[in-house]
């Protein structure tokens, strides 16, 4: 049986998959969503020099030699600026935030002064620039700080606020259409007799789509027969990619890629050299890409993880890529591996010199839950890697389910 290598599945997919519209929403919907436009400041930031303490405002040359008596002629607050111009022998009461008057060049800070009615005696030096954010400190109008490609984290969020701009041009949410098979899967929360299996791929998957910053439509369950699953299917109009779980492998009752054949199922690969995921698919009904995910739940995990994550980065205006494997030492030996890139679950720790160690679960068994859900991340096996002691260096990267990383 010949498998595709990874590498070469993973740029037949990057090659099917486009990036989707963009559309405008409220800057105040926009965290975890991907720009779609370079945006530029609509104002400068602060606008004027301003105080960064609570003080006086002073010219600097009145401060040469301390203690020195100035006198208060008025305030400036943030929002309620001195409006005249400050002269030799004048300070002014001013506040964080607060535009520094004409005229003055420095601070000096309300610790380091005695105030006796208006007059206010300093004892501190001051020079030009002391405790004044100059106008465009932050940014000015018209620089572009947030671009096309950029992932919006709370923090950009912070700062397209403050740059006065309260929408923003996204790429639109991938639709992605969930599809289960099996005559023995039910619903969670469903009675179950003793032949039957709860479908935890469907709301994984859908799990992983959502924190992916897509839109998950459960299509629900199709039963090992034709019919079933041509009615199930008939929820994929709309949809930006379908995404099956189960019935990819050689099977009696695997009908998915006759049925979806006859639905006009274009396969571009089918069966992938890695492990667990062997019978990954690829393809496309009409326009709309089609990912067959293996039933095992530990297999569809480990392929969405790479190719349903890469995919919906993609179609969000991101990269089409997986994160980069960082190195740590092994917590166990491992053995020789196989024709298969191997995904291994793993617990990580640190040694005492502060080195990451992964250690992976005895058992690698595909359809085990609790050692996925309770792993930090896989350690990755090369095709026909060599058995390893524990000390060795590997490649391990984390499981990460989610686009953003806060
Ligand atoms: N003769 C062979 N048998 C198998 C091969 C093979 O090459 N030759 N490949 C094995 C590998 S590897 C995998 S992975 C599985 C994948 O099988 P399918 O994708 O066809 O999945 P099913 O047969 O439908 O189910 C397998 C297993 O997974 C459970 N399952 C299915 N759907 C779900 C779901 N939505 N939620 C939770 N669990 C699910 C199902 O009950 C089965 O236990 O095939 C091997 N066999
Ligand atoms: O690839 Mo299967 O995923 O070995 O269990």
């Not at 950029?150 to 969930?178: E, F, H, T």
């Amino acid at each position: 049986m010949s498998l595709l290598p990874l590498d070469e599945a993973f740029a037949k997919v990057e090659a099917g998959i486009h990036t989707l519209a963009s559309e405008q929403i409220s800057v105040a919907q926009a965290v975890g969503r991907v720009l779609a436009e370079d945006v530029a400041a609509r104002l400068t930031q602060p606008p004027s020099a301003v105080s960064s303490m609570d003080g006086y405002a002073v010219l600097s040359s009145d401060i040469q030699n301390q203690p020195v008596s100035l006198t208060r002629v008025g305030e400036s607050q943030a929002g309620g600026p001195f409006e005249d111009t400050l002269v030799s022998g004048q300070c002014v009461r001013i506040f964080t935030g607060a535009p520094l008057p004409a005229g003055a060049d420095a601070v000096i800070m309300q610790e380091d002064s005695d105030v006796e009615g208006d007059q206010i005696t300093f004892k501190e030096v001051a020079f030009e620039g002391k405790f004044v954010r100059r106008a465009g400190l932050d940014f000015s109008e018209g620089d572009v700080l947030v671009k096309t490609g950029q992932l919006l984290s709370a923090r950009d969020i912070g700062l397209l606020c403050a740059m006065n701009v309260p929408w923003v041009k996204v790429y639109r949410k991938p639709r992605v259409a969930i599809l289960a098979t099996g005559d023995e899967l039910v619903m969670p929360g469903e009675a179950v007799r003793q032949s039957q299996i709860i479908s935890s791929n469907s709301l994984m998957v859908a799990a992983m789509v959502t924190a992916m910053g897509g839109e998950a439509i459960n299509l629900g369950i199709a039963g090992d027969t034709e019919e079933s699953l041509r009615a199930t299917l008939a929820g994929l109009d709309g949809a930006d990619i379908l995404v099956t779980s189960g019935g990819v492998s050689v099977g009696e009752y695997d009908l998915v890629r006759n049925v979806l054949g006859e639905e006009g199922l274009d396969i571009d690969f089918w069966r992938i050299a890695i492990k667990p995921g062997k019978p990954f698919m690829f393809g496309k009904i009409g326009d709309t890409p089609a990912m067959g995910l293996p039933g095992n739940p530990v297999s569809s995990y480990v392929t969405a993880f790479i190719f349903l994550r890469a995919a919906l980065r993609k179609m969000q205006g991101l990269p089409f890529e997986q994160d980069k494997p960082i190195r740590a030492i092994l917590g166990a030996d491992v053995p020789k591996n196989g024709i298969r890139q191997e995904y291994m679950r793993a617990v990580f720790s640190r040694d005492d010199a502060g080195r990451l160690v992964a250690t992976p679960y005895d058992k690698q068994d595909s359809s085990m839950l609790a050692n996925l859900a309770h792993c930090e991340g896989f350690i990755i096996r090369a095709v026909h890697g060599e058995a390893l002691k524990a000390g060795d260096e590997t490649d391990v990267i984390y499981v990460n389910d989610s686009l953003l990383s806060v």
